[in-house]
Protein backbone atom coordinates (compact mmCIF):
# COMPACT_ATOMS: atom_id res chain seq x y z
CA UNK A 1 0.00 0.00 0.00
CA UNK A 2 1.32 3.35 -1.26
CA UNK A 3 1.24 5.97 1.71
CA UNK A 4 0.83 9.99 0.68
CA UNK A 5 4.09 11.89 1.28
CA UNK A 6 4.19 13.68 4.23
CA UNK A 7 3.64 17.49 4.34
CA UNK A 8 5.37 20.31 6.10
CA UNK A 9 3.13 23.01 6.93
CA UNK A 10 4.03 26.75 5.61
CA UNK A 11 4.45 28.21 8.87
CA UNK A 12 6.88 25.59 9.82
CA UNK A 13 9.52 27.47 8.08
CA UNK A 14 9.06 30.45 10.10
CA UNK A 15 8.81 29.00 13.80
CA UNK A 16 11.44 26.80 13.24
CA UNK A 17 14.27 28.96 11.89
CA UNK A 18 16.84 28.18 13.67
CA UNK A 19 18.17 31.29 16.55
CA UNK A 20 21.31 32.20 15.24
CA UNK A 21 20.35 32.72 11.72
CA UNK A 22 17.29 34.89 13.17
CA UNK A 23 20.21 36.81 15.19
CA UNK A 24 22.04 36.81 12.08
CA UNK A 25 18.65 38.76 10.06
CA UNK A 26 18.56 40.98 13.25
CA UNK A 27 21.70 42.08 13.08
CA UNK A 28 21.87 42.83 9.09
CA UNK A 29 18.63 44.63 9.45
CA UNK A 30 20.39 47.03 12.25
CA UNK A 31 23.47 47.44 9.92
CA UNK A 32 20.86 48.56 7.07
CA UNK A 33 19.12 50.79 9.17
CA UNK A 34 22.34 52.68 10.82
CA UNK A 35 23.29 52.95 7.05
CA UNK A 36 20.20 54.40 6.00
CA UNK A 37 20.62 57.11 9.38
CA UNK A 38 24.43 58.09 8.20
CA UNK A 39 23.93 58.55 5.00
CA UNK A 40 20.59 60.55 5.65
CA UNK A 41 23.19 63.38 8.09
CA UNK A 42 24.08 65.82 6.12
CA UNK A 43 26.94 68.73 7.04
CA UNK A 44 26.29 72.50 7.32
CA UNK A 45 27.81 75.87 7.42
CA UNK A 46 26.59 78.77 8.47
CA UNK A 47 28.33 82.58 8.32
CA UNK A 48 27.97 86.24 9.30
CA UNK A 49 30.36 89.24 9.83
CA UNK A 50 29.49 89.70 13.38
CA UNK A 51 32.08 88.74 16.32
CA UNK A 52 31.58 85.69 18.94
CA UNK A 53 30.61 88.48 21.27
CA UNK A 54 27.60 89.71 19.85
CA UNK A 55 24.21 88.66 20.44
CA UNK A 56 23.53 87.42 16.98
CA UNK A 57 26.38 84.85 17.33
CA UNK A 58 24.87 83.29 20.20
CA UNK A 59 21.47 83.01 18.38
CA UNK A 60 23.20 81.22 15.61
CA UNK A 61 24.29 78.83 17.71
CA UNK A 62 21.29 78.46 18.82
CA UNK A 63 19.98 77.80 15.30
CA UNK A 64 23.14 75.33 15.14
CA UNK A 65 21.97 73.70 18.07
CA UNK A 66 18.02 73.49 17.26
CA UNK A 67 18.56 71.97 13.69
CA UNK A 68 20.02 69.04 15.20
CA UNK A 69 17.77 68.49 18.30
CA UNK A 70 14.81 68.83 15.76
CA UNK A 71 16.15 67.12 12.61
CA UNK A 72 17.15 63.99 15.48
CA UNK A 73 20.61 65.26 14.23
CA UNK A 74 20.56 64.41 10.52
CA UNK A 75 21.31 68.22 10.00
CA UNK A 76 24.76 68.82 11.80
CA UNK A 77 25.39 72.74 10.93
CA UNK A 78 28.80 74.25 11.76
CA UNK A 79 28.75 77.95 12.92
CA UNK A 80 31.64 80.52 11.34
CA UNK A 81 31.68 83.85 13.23
CA UNK A 82 34.06 87.62 12.24
CA UNK A 83 33.17 86.64 8.66
CA UNK A 84 35.19 83.93 9.01
CA UNK A 85 33.83 82.64 5.67
CA UNK A 86 34.20 86.35 3.74
CA UNK A 87 32.61 89.08 3.16
CA UNK A 88 28.22 89.81 2.99
CA UNK A 89 28.20 89.58 -0.89
CA UNK A 90 30.85 87.10 -1.02
CA UNK A 91 28.95 84.65 1.81
CA UNK A 92 25.55 85.45 -0.07
CA UNK A 93 26.95 84.81 -3.48
CA UNK A 94 28.20 81.58 -1.69
CA UNK A 95 24.95 80.60 -0.37
CA UNK A 96 23.27 81.11 -4.02
CA UNK A 97 25.78 78.65 -5.65
CA UNK A 98 25.34 76.29 -3.23
CA UNK A 99 28.61 76.06 -1.60
CA UNK A 100 27.76 77.57 1.73
CA UNK A 101 23.98 76.19 3.29
CA UNK A 102 23.13 79.02 5.45
CA UNK A 103 23.74 82.89 5.65
CA UNK A 104 21.90 85.71 8.01
CA UNK A 105 23.63 88.98 7.45
CA UNK A 106 21.90 92.64 7.11
CA UNK A 107 20.49 93.36 4.05
CA UNK A 108 22.71 95.60 2.09
CA UNK A 109 23.62 92.69 -0.37
CA UNK A 110 20.30 91.27 -0.51
CA UNK A 111 19.08 94.81 -2.12
CA UNK A 112 20.90 94.35 -5.19
CA UNK A 113 18.92 91.55 -6.01
CA UNK A 114 15.35 92.43 -5.20
CA UNK A 115 14.62 95.98 -5.24
CA UNK A 116 11.95 95.43 -2.49
CA UNK A 117 14.38 95.01 0.07
CA UNK A 118 15.42 98.89 0.04
CA UNK A 119 12.61 100.00 2.09
CA UNK A 120 14.40 99.00 5.21
CA UNK A 121 16.91 101.67 4.24
CA UNK A 122 13.98 104.41 4.00
CA UNK A 123 15.18 107.02 7.12
CA UNK A 124 12.41 107.52 10.02
CA UNK A 125 9.75 104.63 9.05
CA UNK A 126 9.85 103.39 12.99
CA UNK A 127 9.48 104.79 16.26
CA UNK A 128 10.05 101.97 18.38
CA UNK A 129 10.74 98.40 18.56
CA UNK A 130 7.02 96.95 18.70
CA UNK A 131 6.74 98.31 15.01
CA UNK A 132 9.58 96.91 13.47
CA UNK A 133 9.42 93.71 15.44
CA UNK A 134 5.18 93.85 13.90
CA UNK A 135 6.44 94.13 10.43
CA UNK A 136 9.31 91.39 10.68
CA UNK A 137 6.13 89.27 11.21
CA UNK A 138 4.05 90.83 8.66
CA UNK A 139 3.01 90.01 4.78
CA UNK A 140 5.21 92.53 3.29
CA UNK A 141 8.37 90.33 4.47
CA UNK A 142 6.90 87.43 3.23
CA UNK A 143 6.92 88.62 -0.08
CA UNK A 144 10.41 89.97 0.27
CA UNK A 145 10.95 86.02 0.97
CA UNK A 146 8.90 85.22 -2.01
CA UNK A 147 10.64 87.81 -4.14
CA UNK A 148 14.85 86.03 -3.34
CA UNK A 149 13.96 82.43 -4.27
CA UNK A 150 14.70 82.61 -7.93
CA UNK A 151 17.95 83.93 -7.39
CA UNK A 152 18.77 80.40 -5.51
CA UNK A 153 17.97 81.39 -1.78
CA UNK A 154 14.89 80.14 0.77
CA UNK A 155 13.95 82.83 3.45
CA UNK A 156 13.75 81.22 6.92
CA UNK A 157 13.30 83.74 9.49
CA UNK A 158 13.66 87.94 9.98
CA UNK A 159 15.43 89.26 13.22
CA UNK A 160 16.69 92.24 14.63
CA UNK A 161 19.70 93.98 14.44
CA UNK A 162 18.79 97.42 15.82
CA UNK A 163 18.17 101.62 15.15
CA UNK A 164 21.20 102.79 13.72
CA UNK A 165 23.09 105.69 15.10
CA UNK A 166 26.15 107.87 14.19
CA UNK A 167 29.77 107.93 15.40
CA UNK A 168 32.31 109.83 14.20
CA UNK A 169 35.99 110.93 15.70
CA UNK A 170 35.84 114.32 14.89
CA UNK A 171 33.19 116.84 16.52
CA UNK A 172 29.70 115.80 18.12
CA UNK A 173 26.68 115.61 16.27
CA UNK A 174 23.94 117.61 17.89
CA UNK A 175 22.56 119.27 15.18
CA UNK A 176 21.51 118.17 11.23
CA UNK A 177 24.35 121.17 10.49
CA UNK A 178 26.87 119.22 12.51
CA UNK A 179 27.09 116.55 10.13
CA UNK A 180 28.12 118.46 6.82
CA UNK A 181 31.56 117.79 5.59
CA UNK A 182 31.99 114.41 7.63
CA UNK A 183 33.52 111.44 5.66
CA UNK A 184 31.29 108.11 6.27
CA UNK A 185 30.99 105.03 5.56
CA UNK A 186 27.59 103.63 5.07
CA UNK A 187 26.16 100.32 3.86
CA UNK A 188 26.77 100.30 0.09
CA UNK A 189 23.16 100.69 -1.20
CA UNK A 190 21.83 103.54 -2.97
CA UNK A 191 19.13 104.84 -0.13
CA UNK A 192 22.05 104.83 2.12
CA UNK A 193 24.45 106.91 0.16
CA UNK A 194 21.52 109.41 -1.38
CA UNK A 195 20.59 110.27 2.31
CA UNK A 196 23.60 110.50 3.87
CA UNK A 197 24.56 113.06 0.79
CA UNK A 198 21.38 114.75 1.23
CA UNK A 199 22.20 115.90 5.07
CA UNK A 200 25.64 116.79 3.86
CA UNK A 201 28.15 113.52 4.71
CA UNK A 202 30.68 112.79 1.98
CA UNK A 203 29.18 109.59 1.90
CA UNK A 204 31.67 106.71 1.38
CA UNK A 205 30.27 102.73 0.74
CA UNK A 206 32.96 100.10 2.11
CA UNK A 207 32.40 96.27 3.36
CA UNK A 208 32.33 96.85 6.99
CA UNK A 209 35.26 94.30 7.75
CA UNK A 210 37.23 97.02 6.28
CA UNK A 211 36.06 99.84 8.58
CA UNK A 212 37.56 99.56 11.74
CA UNK A 213 41.16 100.01 9.97
CA UNK A 214 40.03 102.86 7.73
CA UNK A 215 38.74 104.75 10.81
CA UNK A 216 41.94 103.68 12.61
CA UNK A 217 43.76 105.41 9.81
CA UNK A 218 41.42 108.53 9.53
CA UNK A 219 40.88 107.68 6.09
CA UNK A 220 37.18 107.78 7.65
CA UNK A 221 35.53 110.65 9.94
CA UNK A 222 32.76 108.04 10.86
CA UNK A 223 30.07 105.33 10.57
CA UNK A 224 26.55 104.64 11.45
CA UNK A 225 25.17 101.02 12.79
CA UNK A 226 23.33 99.66 15.75
CA UNK A 227 25.24 100.58 19.15
CA UNK A 228 25.60 96.98 20.18
CA UNK A 229 27.56 96.32 16.49
CA UNK A 230 29.38 99.18 17.33
CA UNK A 231 30.75 97.69 20.52
CA UNK A 232 31.00 94.12 19.65
CA UNK A 233 32.96 95.47 16.64
CA UNK A 234 35.33 97.90 19.11
CA UNK A 235 34.46 101.23 17.91
CA UNK A 236 34.73 102.86 21.06
CA UNK A 237 38.64 102.25 20.24
CA UNK A 238 38.55 104.52 17.39
CA UNK A 239 35.42 106.86 17.80
CA UNK A 240 34.82 110.12 20.25
CA UNK A 241 31.93 110.51 19.65
CA UNK A 242 28.04 108.83 19.32
CA UNK A 243 24.39 110.57 17.94
CA UNK A 244 21.39 109.16 19.14
CA UNK A 245 19.38 109.69 15.81
CA UNK A 246 18.06 105.97 15.62
CA UNK A 247 17.40 106.94 11.53
CA UNK A 248 16.85 103.44 10.38
CA UNK A 249 15.65 100.29 11.64
CA UNK A 250 18.21 97.50 10.36
CA UNK A 251 16.88 93.82 10.69
CA UNK A 252 18.35 90.77 9.29
CA UNK A 253 17.34 87.83 7.18
CA UNK A 254 18.53 84.30 7.94
CA UNK A 255 18.21 82.63 4.49
CA UNK A 256 19.11 78.81 3.10
CA UNK A 257 21.03 78.08 -0.09
CA UNK A 258 17.97 77.03 -2.56
CA UNK A 259 20.15 73.59 -3.75
CA UNK A 260 20.57 72.69 -0.32
CA UNK A 261 17.04 73.05 0.91
CA UNK A 262 15.70 71.28 -1.82
CA UNK A 263 18.12 68.24 -0.81
CA UNK A 264 16.44 67.87 2.57
CA UNK A 265 13.63 65.75 3.65
CA UNK A 266 10.32 67.50 4.16
CA UNK A 267 11.06 66.66 8.03
CA UNK A 268 14.32 67.78 7.80
CA UNK A 269 13.25 71.05 6.26
CA UNK A 270 10.32 72.03 9.01
CA UNK A 271 13.10 70.66 11.93
CA UNK A 272 15.61 73.50 10.40
CA UNK A 273 12.95 76.02 10.12
CA UNK A 274 11.27 75.46 13.72
CA UNK A 275 15.32 76.24 14.83
CA UNK A 276 15.23 79.25 12.62
CA UNK A 277 12.12 80.76 14.29
CA UNK A 278 13.37 79.87 17.73
CA UNK A 279 16.64 81.42 17.17
CA UNK A 280 15.47 84.73 15.08
CA UNK A 281 12.99 85.19 18.37
CA UNK A 282 16.49 85.19 20.47
CA UNK A 283 18.08 87.29 18.39
CA UNK A 284 15.56 89.73 19.21
CA UNK A 285 14.87 89.36 22.85
CA UNK A 286 19.18 89.70 23.24
CA UNK A 287 19.31 93.22 21.49
CA UNK A 288 16.41 94.31 23.48
CA UNK A 289 18.21 93.46 26.75
CA UNK A 290 21.58 94.30 25.74
CA UNK A 291 20.24 98.16 24.50
CA UNK A 292 19.87 98.83 27.83
CA UNK A 293 22.78 99.36 29.06
CA UNK A 294 25.41 99.44 26.45
CA UNK A 295 25.00 103.26 26.33
CA UNK A 296 26.66 103.39 29.70
CA UNK A 297 29.48 101.22 28.26
CA UNK A 298 30.18 103.42 25.58
CA UNK A 299 30.56 106.53 28.35
CA UNK A 300 32.52 104.01 30.66
CA UNK A 301 34.84 103.79 27.41
CA UNK A 302 35.23 107.57 27.08
CA UNK A 303 32.81 108.23 24.20
CA UNK A 304 30.49 111.37 24.48
CA UNK A 305 26.61 110.25 23.98
CA UNK A 306 24.28 112.92 22.65
CA UNK A 307 20.45 112.65 21.89
CA UNK A 308 19.44 114.35 18.91
CA UNK A 309 16.76 116.97 19.89
CA UNK A 310 13.41 115.71 18.26
CA UNK A 311 13.21 119.03 16.18
CA UNK A 312 16.94 118.77 14.61
CA UNK A 313 15.81 115.53 13.64
CA UNK A 314 12.75 116.92 11.91
CA UNK A 315 15.56 118.98 10.24
CA UNK A 316 16.84 115.80 8.82
CA UNK A 317 13.74 114.61 7.80
CA UNK A 318 12.79 117.53 6.22
CA UNK A 319 16.30 117.22 4.28
CA UNK A 320 15.77 113.76 3.43
CA UNK A 321 12.37 113.38 2.33
CA UNK A 322 13.24 113.98 -1.61
CA UNK A 323 14.87 110.57 -1.33
CA UNK A 324 12.49 109.04 0.59
CA UNK A 325 10.16 109.73 -2.65
CA UNK A 326 12.75 109.01 -4.83
CA UNK A 327 12.65 105.77 -4.08
CA UNK A 328 9.41 105.08 -3.48
CA UNK A 329 8.91 105.27 -6.80
CA UNK A 330 11.83 102.71 -7.88
CA UNK A 331 11.09 100.59 -4.79
CA UNK A 332 7.25 99.72 -5.76
CA UNK A 333 4.63 102.19 -4.49
CA UNK A 334 2.46 100.01 -3.67
CA UNK A 335 5.14 97.84 -2.05
CA UNK A 336 5.58 100.67 0.17
CA UNK A 337 2.39 101.57 0.96
CA UNK A 338 1.83 98.15 2.38
CA UNK A 339 4.86 98.31 4.47
CA UNK A 340 3.83 101.38 5.87
CA UNK A 341 0.50 100.39 6.29
CA UNK A 342 1.74 97.76 8.92
CA UNK A 343 4.04 100.50 10.79
CA UNK A 344 0.48 102.56 11.46
CA UNK A 345 -1.18 99.50 12.52
CA UNK A 346 1.60 98.64 14.62
CA UNK A 347 1.67 102.23 16.63
CA UNK A 348 -1.92 102.06 16.58
CA UNK A 349 -2.64 99.07 18.37
CA UNK A 350 -0.38 101.21 21.54
Known sequence: MTHPAATVPET????????????????????LLGSTAAIAEVKAKIGHAMPDTHPQATAVAKFAELAGT???????????????LGSDEKQLQATQAGTQEFYIGTLAPLSTRVKEVQVWDLPFLFQNEKEVYAVLDGASVKKIFEKIEPSGLVGLTWTGMGFRNLSNSRRAVKTAEDVNGLKLRVMANPVALDTWKSIGANAVPMAFSEVFTALEVKALDGQENPLQHMWANKMQEVQKHISITNHVYTPVALVASKKFWDSLSAAD????????????????????????????????????????????????????????????????????????????KARAAK
Request: hydrophobic share 45%; charged share 25%; no cysteine.
Open 12 to 31: SIVTKTHPTRFAFIAALAAA
Open 70 to 84: YTNGNVKIQAFHSAM
Open 269 to 344: KAGVQKAATEAGLLQRKLLDEGDRDVITKFKEAGVSVDQVSADDLRKVQAKVQPVVDKFKGQIGEEFVNGFVAEIE
